[in-house]
């Protein structure tokens, strides 16, 4: 059978940038090479498109970037080219592609920005399409629709720039309370508030990521989160449960696990666990998701399900959540990969 060739896109303009480096480094690595060849597409802090033909250690080190490597590149944005087009000194090669997967976390890859490109191209897309890209981004909007699919979502209040009542809005949610970017991942700009006196330093770091920002209860207990696999017929991973000694997960937990752990599956009673499944998965097709995302839930202390939010590009290393969740219900992070691109392919 011949190979598909399938983009995969890393970098970004995002904070997220060197995350992205990461999760692309183990995608491509992890790959089956009997199926797929893999077309690298480079984007660099500023959003320059390069098409990349170093080694995949370059791109986990950041020293991707150069000229011996890298080629100006751009997707054909016509249906019957579906096509990379590589801008060469001796004129432009046309590489075709199968299907793209876009390795890139935050803004500018994960809101459906990319995704709306390979759409308007008509090449098959790894993962969520445009509205539930950009609809899982948008925490408000997200929490929104998981509540009218009967899904308990925290108490929040939306707050832009020139917002003055700031302390009223925080007052109305109760301390402690979280200060978040309205769409940032990997935890940028999110700040737990114990009190008043830290609301104006929490509020300026949040703005400095978002013009919107987003005051959310906390709740108590602990966040459990649902590896979740398909289109119609979805397929779940173990829950994995994050512990904290203290503080919540930060970026610095998240990626150092310093203070905390992470189970795998989640220490919850057996029902409960389906509960929680069935639970990610009615999220999941409320927020319109396809192909693959990690849904992210509380349990409070009495046992109550919360939604926290979709991310429909999870951290993708080989010992990230979401292949480990995949994993312990018996699926290799290759399997997951080809499932992930078989179901853009058949979509």
């Given amino acids: 059978m011949e190979k598909l060739n399938v983009a995969i896109l890393f970098g ?43 080694e995949p250690e370059k791109i986990r080190l950041d020293t991707w970037n150069n000229p011996d490597d890298c080629a100006p590149a751009l997707v054909s944005p016509n249906r019957d080219s579906r096509a990379l087009l590589v801008l060469e000194d001796a004129g432009v ?28 191209a008509g090449i098959p897309l790894a993962g969520c399409g445009v509205l539930a890209s950009a609809v899982c981004m948008d925490k408000d909007r997200a929490h929104r629709l998981a509540s009218t699919a009967g899904v308990a979502v925290p108490a929040s209040v939306v707050l832009e720039r020139d917002d003055v009542n700031t302390a009223a809005a925080a007052a109305k949610i109760g301390y402690p309370l979280f200060v978040k970017p309205m769409r940032a991942g990997s935890s940028y700009g999110i700040s737990k508030v114990s009190g008043p006196g830290g609301l104006s330093g929490a509020l300026e770091l949040a703005f400095a990521y978002d013009s919107r920002v987003i005051l959310e209860e906390s709740v108590s207990g602990f966040e459990v989160g649902c590896a979740v696999l398909g289109n119609r017929s979805l ?39 389906r509960e929680m499944k069935e639970t990610a998965k009615r999220i999941y ?10 849904v992210d839930m509380f349990l409070d202390n009495n046992g109550k399900i919360f939604f926290n939010e979709v ?37």
């Fill in 12 to 54: 970004g303009c995002s904070p997220e940038y060197g995350v992205s480096l990461e999760s692309a480094h183990a995608v491509i690595t992890h790959l089956d090479s009997t199926k797929y060849n893999p077309v690298l597409i480079g984007i660099s802090h500023n959003g320059n498109w390069y098409y990349y033909t170093g």
């Fill in 93 to 120: 090669q046309k590489i075709p592609l199968d299907a793209a997967f876009p390795v890139l976390h935050g803004r500018n890859g994960e809101d459906g920005t990319v995704q709306g490109l390979f759409e308007l």
């Fill in 235 to 273: 397929s779940v991973g173990e829950l994995d449960e994050i512990e904290l000694s203290g503080g919540f997960f930060d970026f610095t937990e998240k990626y150092t696990l310093k203070t905390s752990a992470i189970h795998v599956p989640a220490r919850i009673l057996p029902e409960k666990a």
């Fill in 285 to 294: 097709r409320a927020l319109g998701c396809q192909g693959f995302a990690r």
């Fill in 311 to 347: 991310n429909t590009v999870p951290g993708f290393t080989a010992h990230s959540r979401y292949p480990s969740m995949m994993k312990a219900a018996g699926m290799s992070f290759e399997q997951v990969l080809s499932a992930v691109i078989e179901l853009a392919v058949n979509r």
